[in-house]
């Protein structure tokens, strides 16, 4: 007689599908800012950078701290811890198994150095690939005291030994609409035009998780032995924030508001206290980037960055 424990433990896509996320409110401050900027590496190879004091300072008598792109996708996470997948009816995984697989950020305002924003999220899509599921959630988020909409998150993740929940010969995917021109890039076959290196630090994992994102494979030994690294690993969204904040040093004059939008590829861990190489490939209004551990010769992340203007210097 066959086990119905697996029929149990598989993931339900109706119930996935139709649950209801509950809109929630995160409320920031300028501290939280500026922690989540040392913790992407801002001023870690010098203190007095002209170009990333401003995210940790009011330089120059500027009234409010600037905030980082990438700081808004800590959004899904403030309440969540691990994108809230964990209360989804039907959803079955182990939540050591998680990785991120990609991320799409669209900014349509300047981010507020504090203040609280209203966050909706639905479930863009859902995908069985036999070994592992993809789930797709799209957060976004409003500020509270206008209603008037700030940024759009969209989180790939793969879950790994969910999948298998339907026909192999016809394995299930829903999408809610056509990403593939937002996720669609090459890199470049040419010499890039600007080549940024960055040394994270042994605890770079430590100093970002203070930002929200409480995992246990980037701090605890033993979760990182059990989901097959050798120690724990740096969050995919810091190293997002290393590769960001490198095309807006190199681009944007260290200016955030220039950026529009953001894409990026988790394709492979980062162990902190290695050295980040981003190399840069200038696309107006595009630039295009990849990331690579020096140490070990290999890409761990790919993307873009979309710029409203490129500076007429470059």
């Known amino acids: 007689m066959a086990s ?18 509950a809109e929630d409110e995160v409320t920031y401050s300028e501290r939280d800012v500026a922690i989540y900027a040392l913790g992407v590496g801002a001023c870690g190879a010098d203190a007095v950078d002209t170009k990333e004091l401003h995210y940790v300072y009011h330089r120059d008598g500027q009234p409010f701290i600037k905030v980082l792109p990438t700081f808004v996708s800590l ?12 209360d989804v ?26 203040g609280t924003v209203v966050n909706k999220v639905s479930i863009a899509g859902l995908h069985d690939k036999g070994k592992a599921a993809i789930v797709e959630l799209e ?29 192999s010969s016809k394995p299930y995917s829903y999408t809610a609409y056509p990403a593939n021109q937002i996720f669609r890039f090459s890199i470049p076959k040419s010499e890039p035009t600007v080549v940024y290196e960055d040394r994270t630090q042994n605890s770079q994992a430590l100093l970002y ?6 995992n246990p494979l980037h ?7 059990i989901a097959g690294f050798t120690r724990p690993i740096q969050h995919g969204l810091c190293t ?15 200016d955030p508001t220039a950026v529009k939008s953001i894409f990026g590829r988790f394709l492979l861990h980062v ?28 890409a761990v992340l790919s993307g873009y960055v979309e710029i409203r203007q490129i500076p007429s210097s470059l």
């Open 4 to 21: 119905s424990r697996n029929s149990v433990s598989k993931t339900d896509p109706k119930l996935v599908l139709s649950h209801k996320f």
């Open 75 to 86: 959004y899904p996470f403030k309440k969540s811890n691990g994108l809230g997948l964990v």
């Open 89 to 114: 009816p039907g959803l079955h995984y182990d939540t050591k198994l998680l990785l991120h697989g990609q991320q799409y950020i669209e900014v349509y305002r300047p981010i507020p150095s504090s």
């Open 139 to 167: 957060t976004t988020s409003y500020l509270k005291e206008t209603g008037e909409i700030l940024c759009m998150n969209r989180s790939t993740v793969f879950l790994r030994g969910a999948g298998g929940f339907s026909d």
């Open 209 to 214: 998780r203070l930002s929200g994102d409480y």
């Open 219 to 225: 701090s605890d030994p033993s979760i990182a032995q």
């Open 240 to 254: 997002l924030g290393f590769a960001a904040r490198a095309v807006i040093k190199s681009f944007c004059n260290g």
């Open 271 to 298: 162990y902190p206290g290695e050295t980040l190489v981003t190399e840069m490939w200038l696309q107006a209004p595009r630039v295009i980037y990849q990331t690579k551990v020096k140490e070990r010769n290999q």
